[in-house]
């Protein structure tokens, strides 16, 4: 059992370094940094309880990384089935807010992809529990 919870917490460390250089990248591209300095970008306030919103959005992954290691297995695929579906649907709807840039494009089709898989593999291990 291990084994998963090693590959799940490899997961959410991939999936997080791609959350984060996605962001680092979006701070390079000169429209959004004049956005971002402005305090609104593609018409989206970016105030104090936005960014709550965001730091407990980012913090679901980071926490994954350790928790995939350390829940008791009844919990774990659910803590996994939970958060992947939650981060999955949240990079689906930012798909469409604003332009689009290709970079953007890039990193949520990995970040879908990753937290999908996730899910499905946490399913899987459900159904071995069965």
């Known amino acids: 059992m291990k084994n998963k919870r090693d590959f799940f917490s490899t997961l959410w460390v ?8 996605c962001d680092l990248i979006g701070l390079m591209d000169a429209t959004l940094l004049n956005q971002y300095l402005t305090g609104t970008v593609e018409g989206l ?3 104090e309880s ?5 730091g407990i959005l980012m913090e679901i992954p ?18 996994n089935i939970l958060a992947g579906s ?5 990079m689906i709807a930012t798909l ?9 494009l890039f990193f949520a089709v990995i970040e879908i992809a990753t937290t ?9 291990w459900l159904k071995e529990k069965e």
């Open 62 to 79: 980071i926490a994954m990384v350790l928790l995939s290691k350390i829940l008791p297995n009844n919990m774990n695929f659910w803590a």
């Open 86 to 90: 939650i981060k999955t649907i949240v």
């Open 116 to 124: 999908t898989f996730i899910v499905i593999c946490a399913l899987r």
């Open 14 to 21: 991939f999936v997080t370094l791609n959350y984060l250089y």
């Open 45 to 47: 306030r970016i105030n």
């Open 50 to 54: 936005f960014l709550l919103y965001a």
């Open 96 to 104: 469409f807010m604003g332009e689009i840039t290709k970079y953007y």
